[in-house]
């Protein structure tokens, strides 16, 4: 079973500023199934990227995914204030779906 | 595309539930729902799969034999149920459209459904 690590645990920054995230696989998996998730308080999750790198439908260009193999990244260009967020990313293999643990990006 | 779940539970330990998410907006026996639990202040767990058209369901091995998932495609339902429910099931569960290659993503989620397990 493949395991996903997100990190860091938690990114303080301000708006405006640009944010990296990292999810790193236990072992090499396809690009076409990885995805990234935000999740606000009280809320259900959103799609964010799917295929590692293409955005999602009314996803602002902000947002950014790139990565192959063990490691693929999530960047936030110019963070705004309906940014700061709970982000997981996600993969699917062998008839199984596995999220990492999440990142949250919270207001410095 | 609309998915909408069942209210909030409050149940005792031991008792049995059953969970419901209607779709719409879409042809609902053509996708994958999976459902996702997040425990208080935790992450995403993916616990299961079914397929409305056959009933084609597969369990997430942390849930198998945990849950029971099931549907009727004539009413656009998925269902989640537990015959006996402990303390630690106490979490939000969402139910989620599977779409993407290989239905390898969740393309749009329910509101998720608070169930509450105390004595």
């Known amino acids: 079973e493949i395991v996903l690590t997100q990190s860091p645990g938690t990114l303080s920054l301000s708006p405006g500023e640009r944010a990296t995230l990292s999810c790193r696989a236990s072992?090499?998996?396809?690009?076409?199934?990885l995805a990234w998730y935000q999740q606000k308080p009280g809320q259900a999750p959103r799609l964010l990227i799917f295929g590692a790198s293409s955005r999602a439908t009314g996803i602002p260009d902000r947002f950014s995914g790139s990565g192959s193999g063990t490691d693929f990244t999530l960047t936030i260009s110019r963070l705004e204030p309906e940014d700061f967020a709970v982000y997981y990313c996600?993969?699917?293999?062998?008839?199984?779906?596995?999220f990492g643990q999440g990142t949250k990006v919270e207001i410095k | 595309v609309q998915l909408v779940q069942s209210g909030a539970e409050v149940k005792k330990p031991g008792e049995s539930l059953k969970i419901s998410c209607q779709g719409s907006g879409y042809p609902f026996p053509s996708y994958w729902i999976g459902w996702v639990r997040q425990m208080p202040g935790k992450g995403l767990e993916w616990m299961g799969i079914?397929?409305?058209?056959?009933?084609?369901?597969r369990y997430s091995p942390s849930f198998q034999g945990q849950v029971t998932i099931s549907a009727d495609k004539s009413i656009n339902t998925a269902y989640l149920q537990w015959s006996s429910l402990k303390a630690s099931d106490t979490a939000i569960y969402y139910c989620?459209?599977?779409?993407?290659?290989?239905?390898?993503?969740?393309?749009?989620w329910g509101q998720g459904t608070l169930v509450t397990v105390s004595s």
């Open positions: 079914i397929h409305p058209l056959d009933s084609d369901t």
């Open positions: 989620g459209r599977h779409d993407g290659v290989s239905s390898s993503l969740f393309g749009d």
């Open positions: 996600q993969h699917y293999g062998s008839s199984l779906w596995t």
């Open positions: 072992q090499s998996v396809r690009s076409s199934y």
